[in-house]
């Protein structure tokens, strides 16, 4: 184990979501002084869990993929596996919407053939997809381009389209290839097909341990997502500083770290830091200050990350109320199919105790890129709007017996076309402000799964730099 000098200042940590929380965590474990800022009054950032009347309402994220042993990690050294859930393996199948029906997603090469979701036509294009030509130009390439060159409209509009839709609330015309889905594009840069990516990629994965998302395990806990975060701030105690919401940040008058000025209470406060995390969204970093050797660091690129607004509905019903069997993870919704929702979760049938005996609950998801104005509407108007889509998709016919709706603004931020550039601008921020790091969902990947990874690698750097100093 490394010996860091006994009178170092603190790491600061700005932001006390998932990311900030994984880096503070992992650094103190290996002996590095932390003190975490955030600037509300509570930690897990997006993450939040309500339970109320029997029910248990995610209001942001779901689940996490087990993409990484490191995920594993966490869970374990947070204390946390005895309340850890692995999602009911009978609610694997994931469905899709065909003229105004579900289908199952096809998970087999049989059921491929099979299925109705795609045509003939779609079906027998596959075998020609090792043999097109990879991408001529080196500028970024929008997904839907991607998809419609490697494999047909067919697939864009009824497996990528809906897809993106739950993952990015996003849009496949907008969003790069390359940053976006990198391990996508990394299939046709490396083996030339997807097809043969897949298969010859498995047997990679497996000697790094690492889990393609569509086969990976999916996580929750036995009161929701948000124990995790509650533990990890548990765990940090002191260490955690609320309502610090951070304005500036510059280099130390003793020429040694990094001092930062933060609000609190109303009045401004300052501290000194052997060196700064930033794992704030993108559209709260272009409002930070950061001054190196006196001159003014310019984070207006980081400005350009769009957030759509999403909001997040969660219904309760009576079990005879629906006559779907609903044995599954949920249903993602084409945009061809001109429904109000996005998809839905089957959230009843993934986990235990997510609603009183004899019910089920679903959390539906409203707005996106594909629909922002609708995200927006009042509460009431979206409940109905998504009580339209489930009389449609799994025969509903009662009235809820719960209902939460929760709606982020800024939800996820989108890798669109001309990302590239918004990244290289934050790699330059860290030559430009040595000792200050950048990592997170703007950054480092959207999901849970890469937000853990993001925080352990901010981690790994931070130490190296301190070790370097
Ligand atoms: C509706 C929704 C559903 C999702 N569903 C899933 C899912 O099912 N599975 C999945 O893997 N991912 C999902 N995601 C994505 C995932 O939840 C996020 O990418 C991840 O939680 C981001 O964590 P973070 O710590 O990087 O950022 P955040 O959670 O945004 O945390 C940033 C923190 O910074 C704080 N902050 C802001 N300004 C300041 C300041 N000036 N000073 C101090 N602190 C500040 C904020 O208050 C916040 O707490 C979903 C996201 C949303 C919005």
Redesign the pocket.
């Known amino acids: 184990m490394v010996v860091y000098k006994s009178d170092m200042k603190p790491v600061a940590i700005?932001?006390?979501?998932?990311?900030?929380l994984t880096a503070a965590f992992n650094l103190r474990q290996r002996g590095i002084p932390v003190a975490l800022?955030?600037?509300?009054g509570r930690?897990?950032?997006?993450?939040r869990t309500v339970r109320e009347n029997g029910y248990l309402a995610e209001?942001?994220?779901?689940?996490?993929?087990e993409t990484s042993p490191r995920i594993g990690d966490l869970i374990r050294d947070a204390g946390l596996e005895l309340r850890q859930l692995y999602s009911d393996p009978d609610a694997e199948k994931r469905y899709l919407v065909r003229d105004k029906q579900l289908i199952n997603l096809p998970a087999s090469p049989l059921g491929f053939l099979t299925t109705r979701l795609f045509s003939w036509r779609a079906k027998a294009s596959l075998l020609f997809e090792p043999f097109r030509r990879r991408a001529v130009s080196d500028q970024e390439e929008s997904l839907a381009d991607f998809v419609l060159r490697r494999l047909g409209h067919e697939f864009l509009d009824y497996a990528i389209n809906p897809f993106v839709a739950g993952v990015y609330a996003g849009d496949p015309e907008r969003l790069s290839v390359k940053h976006a889905f990198p391990k996508l594009y990394a299939l046709e840069q490396r083996y030339g097909s997807l097809i043969k990516g897949q298969i010859l990629g498995a047997s990679e994965r497996k000697r790094q341990g690492t889990v393609s998302k569509q086969n990976a395990k999916k996580i929750s806990f036995d009161e929701g997502l948000q124990v995790l975060t509650d533990t990890l701030g548990e765990k940090l105690g002191e260490q955690v500083r609320l309502n610090?919401?951070?304005?500036r940040i510059s280099h130390s008058t003793d020429g040694d770290g990094w001092r930062i000025d933060?609000e609190k209470d109303g009045s401004n406060v300052s501290s000194s830091h052997s060196g700064v995390l930033l794992?704030?969204?993108a559209y709260?970093l272009v409002?930070?200050e950061i001054h190196s050797q006196d001159k003014l660091v310019d984070m207006a690129l980081l400005g350009q990350i769009e957030y759509p607004p999403?909001t997040?509905v969660v219904l309760g019903f009576r079990r005879g109320d629906v006559s779907h069997p609903l044995d599954g993870f949920g249903v993602l919704i084409p945009q061809v199919e001109k429904f109000n929702s996005l998809g839905s979760i089957f959230s009843s049938s993934l986990f235990p105790g997510r609603c009183p005996e004899g019910h089920i609950a679903f959390t539906s998801?409203v707005g996106g890129t594909r629909s922002p104005d609708l995200a927006l509407r009042k509460p009431d108007e979206i409940i109905s709007l998504v009580m339209e889509d489930l009389r449609v998709l799994v025969g509903l016919s009662g009235q809820p017996t719960y209902t939460h709706v929760c709606c982020?603004p800024r939800?996820?931020p989108q890798y669109n076309i001309g990302f590239g550039r918004v990244k290289a601008r934050m790699d330059e921020i860290e030559q430009e402000a040595s000792g200050v790091f950048l990592g997170?969902?703007f950054r480092d990947g959207?999901?849970?799964?890469?937000?853990i990874l993001?925080g352990y690698n901010a981690a790994d750097r931070i130490s190296e730099y301190l070790i370097s100093k």
Do not use: M, Q, R, W
């Open positions: 700005i932001g006390g979501g998932i990311t900030g800022y955030e600037g509300s930690v897990g950032g997006v993450i209001c942001g994220p779901n689940t996490i993929l610090h919401a951070v304005k933060f794992t704030l969204p709260c409002d930070l999403v997040s998801y982020y939800a996820i997170g969902h959207i999901s849970l799964g890469d937000s993001a």
